[in-house]
């Protein structure tokens, strides 16, 4: 199965999104966090990302006679020959349908729900720019925990070369 096809389902999504910010988590931590998603669900997930090797399990540990697994982000598995452009496209149209989605609503209001579509672009040094996502991932994380009273946002990050034109 393509990678693209595994990742793109939105409970998986929220999955791999929490681990990325958190690096390693239990399911019970993952339950917790996902609370929007009933536990059989999350459990059936995780299983199918730890199948298709997008989870690793980096620790096992034995707690009240139950074994509990520490899990993280198989980040070899985003490094693989994976066709980038469909990953992309896969991505791009799982965002496209939230935007349709919010967009289709009776009461949408892009200016209260602080809708934003931004582009930056940024001539860094490969170490500025790991230094970049590494705080980005720290602010993240720093606002990861719901709320009380918050709105659930989709916040997604895309980096990609530019394309320098080519001379005629």
């Given at each position: ?29 993952i ?20 199948k ?15 074994l ?24 791009l ?18 200016f ?5 579509l ?32 918050g ?18």
């Amino acid at each position: 199965m393509k990678l693209s096809d595994v990742i793109t389902n939105p409970i998986r999504m929220k999955i791999m999104q929490f681990l990325q910010i958190k690096s390693e988590a239990t399911t019970k931590q993952i339950c917790e966090e996902l609370h929007d998603v009933p536990q059989p669900t999350l459990y059936r997930h995780i299983n199918y990302l730890l199948k298709e090797e997008v989870l690793i399990v980096k620790e096992e540990r034995k707690v009240r006679g139950s074994l509990e697994r520490l899990l993280a982000l198989n980040e070899a598995k985003f490094t693989e020959n994976i066709d980038i452009a469909d990953s992309a496209y896969q991505f791009l149209m799982a965002l496209y349908g939230s935007f349709q989605r919010y967009s289709d609503k009776e009461n949408a209001d892009p200016f209260a729900d602080m809708l934003s579509l931004r582009t930056y672009m940024l001539t860094l040094t490969d170490e500025s720019y790991e230094n970049l996502f590494k705080e980005i991932r720290e602010i993240i994380g720093k606002y990861s925990e719901p709320e009380e009273g918050g709105k659930s946002r989709s916040f997604s990050v895309i980096s990609a070369p530019v394309a320098k034109e080519e001379k005629k």
